[in-house]
């Protein structure tokens, strides 16, 4: 979802240069300036590609030697055409040759790395490591409930509680009533869970409460944040946003701190959590969106209602000169993670766009490209659909601060109708739910076997 507190949005020269993970937004609707990638230019100087995003972790660059031999060129250069660069973009700081492509890791001990393709047809390719498993991969039905044996992680989105307001997924526009995105993505995934187990479903939820997954807390992150501040040559920042607003808060210490902590240490958490506990066959990001609104005080409403869902892709050259960015989109390439991700989004995409009736957002910045021939579905780089190392389909429906849809959330989840602005209306979350599974089901019952 994108920041609720329009107002907070920072304009000034110095903060347009913020890094692209402060700004990462789902749904972003209003263009930006600190959403927008900075120019691409020729890389002069390899140590830039030995940079590693905030709170990243170098990457070990053997890892990716095992993929050797898993694609054709024919096969590398259409998903990096259709699915993984950005539109229009500068070309990437890696190159592609008929024989292999060459990855520069920014250690000059090994300064590349060389992961050579395959000749011949798709049907001599190795099956790359992995811990998910494709629907065609999944054992035969024989009779039993559509989605037995199919591992699902809901990841409710941001945390809720008493969070929201830091984490700006707060909304009220009446003194004692408000609904806070991650509450309502925890109940969404409760709920959805209850539906999916009893399709025989394997269901586990990555954050079970309104607490965070990350135990890091935002005064463990400042010497971090002061050392961003110092780069975007704020040398002596404040050290709260105490009786400060606008620009002037967005360049503090806690300010930095925070974001450091919500948006970054906690999907890194649950990164974790994905990749060496739960190993699911493919997670579901529950989210909901929003369109700017005013400020805080005064929030208004919008007349916009509508839904995507992202895959991974579409990734920057900028982007890409990290070399922990480098080194996970690679690995999720050569897994062939979109083959699963990109079919398995659209149908989830028409399942949710028949319960819920909305039209498909329109992307109008660069970040995002679309996947597939769903208008739902938009290719774009994001940490969590990034770092889940298995299918991942990010999930954006309803404007929480479109009227209608915000007096359908203030009643939370019901089955039925009830009486919501002088008609009979469903619960956006039960629709949410219905399209969810249906999308599932008409997924996994033409593609998995059934005997």
């Given at each position: 979802?994108?920041?609720?507190?329009?107002?907070?949005?920072?304009?000034?020269?110095?903060?347009?240069?913020?890094?692209?993970?402060?700004?990462?937004?789902?749904?972003?609707?209003?263009?930006?300036?600190?959403?927008?990638?900075?120019?691409?230019?020729?890389?002069?100087?390899?140590?830039?590609?030995?940079?590693?995003?905030?709170?990243?972790?170098?990457?070990?660059?053997?890892?990716?030697?095992?993929?050797?031999?898993?694609?054709?060129?024919?096969?590398?250069?259409?998903?990096?055409?259709?699915?993984?660069?950005?539109?229009?973009?500068?070309?990437?700081?890696?190159?592609?040759?008929?024989?292999?492509?060459?990855?520069?890791?920014?250690?000059?001990?090994?300064?590349?790395?060389?992961?050579?393709?395959?000749?011949?047809?798709?049907?001599?390719?190795?099956?790359?490591?992995?811990?998910?498993?494709?629907?065609?991969?999944?054992?035969?039905?024989?009779?039993?409930?559509?989605?037995?044996?199919?591992?699902?992680?809901?990841?409710?989105?941001?945390?809720?509680?008493?969070?929201?307001?830091?984490?700006?997924?707060?909304?009220?526009?009446?003194?004692?009533?408000?609904?806070?995105?991650?509450?309502?993505?925890?109940?969404?995934?409760?709920?959805?869970?209850?539906?999916?187990?009893?399709?025989?479903?394997?269901?586990?939820?990555?954050?079970?409460?309104?607490?965070?997954?990350?135990?890091?807390?935002?005064?463990?992150?400042?010497?971090?944040?002061?050392?961003?501040?110092?780069?975007?040559?704020?040398?002596?920042?404040?050290?709260?946003?105490?009786?400060?607003?606008?620009?002037?808060?967005?360049?503090?210490?806690?300010?930095?701190?925070?974001?450091?902590?919500?948006?970054?240490?906690?999907?890194?958490?649950?990164?974790?959590?994905?990749?060496?506990?739960?190993?699911?066959?493919?997670?579901?990001?529950?989210?909901?969106?929003?369109?700017?609104?005013?400020?805080?005080?005064?929030?208004?409403?919008?007349?916009?209602?509508?839904?995507?869902?992202?895959?991974?892709?579409?990734?920057?050259?900028?982007?890409?000169?990290?070399?922990?960015?480098?080194?996970?989109?690679?690995?999720?390439?050569?897994?062939?993670?979109?083959?699963?991700?990109?079919?398995?989004?659209?149908?989830?995409?028409?399942?949710?766009?028949?319960?819920?009736?909305?039209?498909?957002?329109?992307?109008?910045?660069?970040?995002?490209?679309?996947?597939?021939?769903?208008?739902?579905?938009?290719?774009?780089?994001?940490?969590?659909?990034?770092?889940?190392?298995?299918?991942?389909?990010?999930?954006?429906?309803?404007?929480?601060?479109?009227?209608?849809?915000?007096?359908?959330?203030?009643?939370?989840?019901?089955?039925g109708r009830t009486l919501i602005g002088g008609r009979l209306t469903s619960s956006a979350l039960e629709d949410y739910v219905r399209g969810v599974v249906q999308g599932l089901l008409n997924y996994y019952q033409t593609q998995r076997?059934?005997?």
């Amino acid at each position: 979802m994108m920041f609720l507190f329009k107002a907070r949005r920072l304009r000034t020269a110095v903060l347009c240069a913020l890094p692209a993970w402060l700004s990462e937004a789902p749904g972003q609707v209003v263009p930006d300036p600190i959403q927008a990638a900075a120019p691409s230019v020729p890389i002069t100087d390899p140590t830039r590609l030995a940079r590693i995003s905030p709170l990243g972790v170098a990457p070990d660059w053997s890892t990716l030697a095992a993929f050797g031999g898993t694609f054709t060129h024919e096969e590398f250069q259409q998903a990096w055409d259709r699915t993984y660069s950005a539109e229009n973009a500068l070309p990437p700081p890696f190159q592609i040759r008929p024989q292999a492509v060459i990855v520069p890791t920014g250690d000059p001990a090994k300064p590349e790395v060389c992961i050579e393709f395959r000749n011949g047809g798709a049907g001599n390719a190795p099956d790359p490591q992995r811990y998910w498993r494709r629907a065609a991969e999944l054992p035969p039905l024989r009779d039993r409930p559509p989605l037995s044996d199919l591992h699902i992680a809901l990841d409710p989105g941001h945390i809720g509680g008493q969070w929201a307001r830091m984490e700006e997924r707060f909304l009220s526009f009446q003194p004692g009533e408000a609904i806070q995105e991650g509450d309502l993505s925890l109940l969404t995934a409760q709920v959805l869970k209850e539906r999916l187990t009893a399709l025989g479903a394997i269901v586990t939820l990555v954050r079970d409460k309104a607490e965070p997954v990350t135990v890091q807390r935002p005064e463990d992150l400042n010497p971090v944040a002061i050392g961003l501040l110092k780069e975007m040559g704020i040398t002596e920042p404040a050290a709260t946003y105490d009786g400060l607003t606008g620009d002037a808060k967005g360049a503090t210490v806690q300010w930095h701190a925070e974001r450091l902590f919500y948006r970054l240490s906690e999907i890194h958490a649950r990164a974790v959590k994905v990749n060496r506990q739960i190993k699911p066959d493919v997670v579901l990001c529950l989210h909901l969106n929003a369109e700017g609104w005013g400020t805080a005080e005064t929030p208004q409403f919008s007349p916009l209602n509508h839904l995507h869902v992202l895959v991974n892709g579409c990734y920057a050259p900028i982007e890409l000169e990290q070399a922990d960015t480098r080194h996970e989109m690679f690995t999720r390439l050569f897994q062939r993670v979109h083959e699963e991700e990109i079919p398995l989004a659209t149908r989830v995409a028409a399942g949710m766009a028949d319960a819920t009736g909305l039209p498909a957002y329109v992307y109008t910045t660069p970040n995002a490209r679309h996947a597939g021939t769903n208008p739902h579905v938009y290719a774009r780089n994001l940490l969590a659909n990034r770092m889940y190392q298995c299918p991942v389909v990010y999930l954006e429906p309803f404007v929480m601060n479109h009227e209608e849809t915000y007096r359908r959330l203030l009643a939370g989840h019901y089955v039925g109708r009830t009486l919501i602005g002088g008609r009979l209306t469903s619960s956006a979350l039960e629709d949410y739910v219905r399209g969810v599974v249906q999308g599932l089901l008409n997924y996994y019952q033409t593609q998995r076997r059934t005997s």
